[in-house]
Every structure is written in structure tokens, then in C-alpha cells.
């Protein structure tokens, strides 16, 4: 017995710490194919990227994600096209038509050496992500568990769709997301580039859509921005939002409007406007010429403006010059005549399935894309027409909007795959799924989505929900029980994620500037200002405020109001040198009340505020919705000044974040 304790421990001296079994990473997704064997492969001394001497630039592009992946983890790399006595391991990168034939499948061996092989580029990128999550660091040692793994994506259409015309995401911002959805297989970015609110691209001979003041991307940024995307295997779906979803389009050109004299105002575009064809032909040219892909959206969402096409002189000659009976057939008309305009640039078009009215005529071109959004009705009958989908489902995809705010539960969207639609829903937390049945279904994948909300919010409710409609949609569900995988994703997801960039809110440090005791961080203009466990700003006349004593920039202010209803006035102003000028120019006034929150629901009870000033732009959340927004060219920073004229306006548990610049 002795004997075979020392045999036993002369072995694990031969193999050393690195030969030990390491602990299995999580990988996201799960690939197709895996099994793990004893030991691992150290990278404590560095490593060495190899390539064949023939490499194309593309691998060697893959290659420096590889060697900033490796850093990033705090491990020396360097790429060569030959193996040398060089300190480290070996990783080697390779285009092998033997591999495995799925043009975005791979393989990866962990052994002696890392081996990582693909039939294309795109293979070669995702085994690249794969190794860089399989890195494990434990006591400081870094090192790769020994595994041989093959994989590949069931869909091939696997996507996030943004909107930053809702509330500005920055350049830098985009640049990170591009990255965090790389980093799990996301291969589409479907990016929104106008609404009701503005439009956020450049459009050359169209000043009017960018009016000064408001922020947008140039055409040039906007091309950097697909050069960055490509890098890492991410395709940049450009989406303008027509003949609806127009209003600031149509402040600045109201001769593209179909608005007929009093009847209420519905923003949508004229067909029977020529001027607003050339228009639209210059946009399709130039947003093609910005954005390679090849698909192109045009929205074509809630129309619900349409019926002023009824009752407009230039939309009734648009419908008796192409002999349609209805308002639907008018709409299939206009939908085709932007598709050949679409087609006309060499892309394929991408609706909205409110452009679905099968039965009117004429029939909407064959070739048309379809995201569905709102119901498992609107899916099907597309699905038993033939038509080929995209699934957006708003339950449980909607990860961040204004409507549904934060979205379903992890749980749910874990649920979820492709190939269902919500059939019906009681609350967050129960959710039917229906399957679609169609025979000739032609269902491409799916794409989480964010709406309307400020981008670091958006972002954390993006993250880790994102990451699993990211696996979802690489292989059609989940491996495991949901409590396993939801803890394991929880505890290993910032670390990945942090490396690219992102920020974890939850362990910002957070400043009390209120949790009930005394104002010893505030300035009380009038000497009425009360504190109990809440303090009150009352007033019989003249607004009362309270000023922090400390200046703050680039900030995340959370509070509780209790206003008690319409007719008190209660704000925040930020970059207020003077607290008692209210109307100093310099200042920014975000008003607690008004338009969204003048509801009922808000009066009378505490109410849970969320105020974040990023640079030029400021926003405020209410009950989890935007309620305000101000993007203009200053950047906000001053004292943080609370105000009231209502008679016992409240506020309690307010707390501050202070967040980096680099974090806009």
C-alpha cells in the first residue's frame, strides 16, 4: 500500500500543477459537441499564436482578437508563422476544409498544444471566443482544461436589435456592444437609426432630419463603426422607419406628409408625393452605401397613420394610378414600390409584420423579409404562407422598452427558443409558448431587442439575458436545469464581459446623499426644508429648493418622490451655479411631472426615480419607463438641486453613482 502511495505521488510530480484536471468553464453557448479529459494546458508562461505561413490578413486579424483576448486575462501572446523555442504554449490557428463543414462550424483540441481549426474566417473567430472562455484562472495561475470540442450554429441569423434614436448611445458605446455580443456568437447587429423622436443619421442633401443640436452619427462614423463590427464577425442591419413612426421627418419636411386638414394628426409619410419618392430613393441609396449587409429595414411598423391615405387627394391618385380597391392593397403597394428601390441597390428587404395583409392585393413581393414582434397569430399565418421570419417576440425578447420596461424573467427567456411564440400571457412570470407547425417554415433565427431606454440601463438589462436568446438561437435551448444554469451565469458572466469593456453598476461604489438621518451633504435655500425619515421641500408660494454642497458630472441618481398630485411642481436641476436662479441658462431642469408622468398612478404615492447624466445627454426613468429625456451639446455638471412649490413633496433614499467618462 505504501508503495502505491508513492508511485501515486511520484506521478503527480511528473505532471506537474498544469497536467492537474482544471475546473470546467462555463461556455456560452453550450457547444454541440463536447468532452473534457484530465489535465490542463498552462499558459502561466505565455503563449504563441501559430499560423500557417500562407495565412490570409483575415486570420491574422482573428489571430490579435486572440492575442487581446489573451491579455485581457492578464497572458503574454504573440503571434508567429512558425514554431520556435519561444517561452509559452502553442495555439494554433487554422482554415481546414477537413474541419467541420458548417460554414460557421468549428473544432478546437486542447492537449500538448491549443488546435483550433474551421472550414471559413467566420469558424475560425467563434473557436477563437470559445478558447478565450475556456480560459481558466485559479491561485493565479492560468491555464486551458484539456477538451476536444466540435461545434456549429443552428441559425444562422442570431442578432440584437437597438435603437439608439431613442435615447443617444455613443460610438464607443456601440463599439462595446459589438464586442459583448461577439464574444457569445451574435452575429447581427440590427441597428435603428430613426423614430418619432429623430433621426440619428446623416443624410446628405437632407440637413433638416439632423437639425442642430442634437446628436447623430456621421456617415463616415457610421462606416468606421461597420469596419469595427466586421472585425468581430458582426453584420450591421441599418433600419429606417417608414411611411411611420416619422414625426420628426415630417417637422422638418411637412411636404412629405399625407396629414389631411382637421383630422387628428397621425405623423405618416405620402405616397402620392413625388418629392417624398426622391426621398426616399436618396436615403436607400445612401444608407447602402454606408451599410455592406445585405439585408436593408424599412420598417413599415404601426402604420397606423395610413388611414389619412383614405381622405388625401395625392394618396387617392397613388391609388387609382395603381388600381387599388383599399387601403391595405394601398399599402402592399407602397411596401413593393420601396422593396424595388431596395432591390435596386442589390439588398433584400426587411419588414415589420404589420406589413402582413395577406389577403389584400396586390400580394407583397415573395422575397421580403419579415421580423415578427407582437403575436404567435402573426407568425403563423406568415409561416403557413411561406413567407421567411425572424422572430423578435416581444415576450420574452423586449429585454428593454418603454412599454414592458424591464422585460420577463430570466427564467422565461430561458424557456424560450426560435422556433415559439407567446401564445398568451398572464403576468412576467407565466408565459405560453406555442410552436409554429408550418411545413414550409423558413424561420432564419431571432434577435433580442432594446427600445427607449437610457443605454446603461439598457445595458443592464440586456446583460446576462442576452447571452441566453445567444445560445438559444446557436443551438435551439438550453443544456441543464434552469437553477444550475441561472447560478453558474450569474456568477461567471461579469468576468468575460468586464474584460470587454463593460461596466458591472451593481459594484459601483455607491454615494448616500440621503438614507433618512440628516442634509449635512445638502445646502437648504429656505429654512422650512424638514427632516424626519424623509426629508420635505414645502412651500406656500415661491419654489423651494435644496443644493448638494458637492458637484457631480457623469452620474447615476436614484431617489423616491411622493408628489400628491397635478398641481405641485417638483424637478431636479444639475449645473446650477447659483441654486436660486432657477431659469439660469446654464442649468438643466428635469421635471418630475408632465406628459408621461401625469398619471394618476404616479399621484399621491412613492415613486421610484432613476435621473442619469452622461455627458451631453441626461435622462429620467420613472417606474422603469423613459419619462424624459435632453440630448443637446452641453455637458451637464454642477451641484444636484432638488425643488418644490406643492405643499409636502417628499423625497427619500436618495443615492448617487458616479460613472466613468469613458462610459458613455
Known amino acids: 500500500m505504501r508503495i502505491g502511495i508513492a508511485l501515486l505521488a511520484l506521478a503527480m510530480i511528473r505532471l506537474g500543477a498544469a497536467e492537474l ?22 499558459l502561466d508562461a505565455g503563449a504563441t499564436v501559430l499560423l500557417d505561413p500562407n495565412a490570409s490578413p483575415r486570420v491574422h486579424e482573428i489571430a490579435e482578437i486572440l492575442i487581446e483576448g489573451l491579455r485581457a486575462n492578464g497572458i503574454d501572446g504573440r503571434i508567429a508563422a512558425r514554431a520556435d523555442s519561444a517561452p509559452g504554449s502553442t495555439i494554433r490557428l487554422s482554415l481546414q476544409t477537413s474541419a467541420n463543414s458548417h460554414p460557421e462550424g468549428y473544432e478546437i483540441q486542447v492537449g500538448d498544444d491549443a488546435v483550433l481549426k474551421a472550414p471559413e474566417a467566420t469558424g475560425l473567430l467563434w473557436s477563437v471566443q470559445t478558447l478565450l472562455q475556456a480560459v481558466q484562472v485559479t491561485d493565479g495561475h492560468q491555464s486551458l482544461p484539456h477538451l476536444q470540442l466540435t461545434d456549429w450554429p443552428l441559425r444562422p441569423w442570431r442578432g440584437l436589435m437597438i435603437d439608439p434614436p431613442g435615447v443617444h448611445m455613443q460610438i464607443s458605446y456601440l463599439q462595446r456592444l459589438i464586442r459583448e455580443i461577439s464574444a457569445y456568437k451574435l452575429n447581427i447587429l440590427h441597428l435603428g437609426l430613426t423614430d418619432d423622436d429623430s433621426w440619428c443619421v446623416e443624410i446628405k442633401g437632407y440637413p433638416g432630419v439632423t437639425p442642430p443640436g442634437l446628436p447623430f452619427y456621421t456617415q463616415a462614423e457610421l462606416k468606421e463603426l461597420v469596419a469595427y463590427a466586421r472585425r468581430f464577425g458582426v453584420e450591421i442591419i441599418p433600419c429606417i422607419g417608414i411611411p411611420g413612426h416619422c414625426d420628426a421627418l415630417l417637422a422638418a419636411y411637412p411636404e412629405f406628409s399625407s396629414q389631411v386638414p382637421n383630422l387628428p394628426y397621425q405623423g405618416i409619410g405620402n405616397p402620392g408625393k413625388s418629392e417624398y419618392w426622391d426621398f426616399l430613393r436618396s436615403v436607400i441609396h445612401q444608407i447602402a452605401e454606408i451599410f455592406p449587409s445585405p439585408v436593408l429595414d424599412t420598417g413599415m411598423a404601426e402604420p397606423f397613420g395610413i388611414q ?12 387609382a394610378e395603381h388600381g387599388v380597391d383599399d387601403i391595405y392593397g394601398m399599402f402592399n403597394q407602397f411596401t413593393n414600390d420601396v422593396d424595388a428601390l431596395v432591390r435596386k441597390e442589390g439588398r433584400q428587404m426587411i419588414v415589420a409584420n404589420d406589413a402582413l395583409h395577406l389577403d389584400a392585393r396586390p400580394a407583397l413581393n415573395d422575397d421580403i423579409i419579415y421580423y415578427v414582434w407582437d403575436s404567435y397569430a402573426s407568425a403563423s399565418a406568415l409561416a403557413n404562407a411561406g413567407r421567411t421570419i425572424v422572430n423578435i417576440g416581444r415576450h420574452p425578447l423586449y429585454l428593454s422598452s418603454f412599454g414592458l420596461r424591464d422585460g420577463d424573467s430570466m427564467e422565461q427567456v430561458w424557456r424560450w427558443d426560435p422556433a415559439v411564440f407567446a401564445s398568451s400571457q398572464d403576468n412576467h412570470d407565466v408565459i405560453l409558448y406555442a410552436p409554429l407547425s408550418a411545413k414550409n417554415l423558413n424561420l432564419r433565427g431571432g434577435e433580442a431587442v432594446q427600445f427607449v431606454s437610457e443605454p446603461g440601463l439598457a445595458e443592464r438589462r440586456l446583460f446576462p439575458r442576452t447571452l441566453i436568446v445567444a445560445e438559444a438561437l446557436w443551438r435551439d435551448g438550453h443544456p441543464g436545469p434552469f437553477s444550475e444554469y441561472s447560478e453558474r451565469l450569474e456568477t461567471e458572466y461579469p468576468k468575460r464581459l468586464r474584460q470587454l469593456g463593460w461596466t458591472d453598476f451593481n459594484s459601483l461604489p455607491i454615494i448616500s446623499l440621503f438614507d433618512g438621518g440628516n442634509l449635512d451633504r445638502w445646502t437648504a435655500i429656505d429654512p422650512s426644508v424638514k427632516v ?20 457631480y458630472a457623469d452620474f447615476d441618481l436614484t431617489f423616491e418622490a411622493f408628489i400628491a398630485g397635478p398641481n405641485e411642481k417638483a424637478m431636479v436641476q444639475i449645473r446650477c451655479t447659483d441654486a436660486r436662479q432657477l431659469a439660469d441658462e446654464s442649468g438643466t431642469i428635469v421635471p418630475l411631472q408632465g406628459g408621461y408622468l401625469d398619471r394618476q398612478t404616479f399621484w399621491g404615492k412613492w415613486v421610484d426615480f432613476e435621473l442619469t447624466a452622461r455627458g451631453s445627454i441626461v435622462t429620467l426613468t420613472t417606474a422603469g419607463g423613459l419619462a424624459w429625456k435632453n440630448e443637446n451639446s452641453q455637458h451637464r455638471a454642477g451641484p444636484i438641486t432638488l425643488w418644490s412649490n406643492g405643499a409636502s413633496t417628499r423625497f427619500r433614499n436618495i443615492n448617487l453613482r458616479e460613472l466613468s467618462p469613458d462610459d458613455r
Open 308 to 319: 389619412q391615405w383614405l381622405k388625401n387627394p395625392d394618396c387617392q391618385r397613388y391609388r
Open 532 to 551: 424626519e425619515d424623509t426629508f420635505i421641500v414645502p412651500s406656500a408660494g415661491p419654489l423651494a429648493s435644496l443644493s448638494t454642497k458637492a458637484a
Open 21 to 42: 484536471p482544471a475546473r470546467r468553464p462555463f461556455l456560452l453557448p453550450a457547444p454541440q459537441r463536447l468532452a473534457y479529459q484530465a489535465g490542463s494546458l498552462s
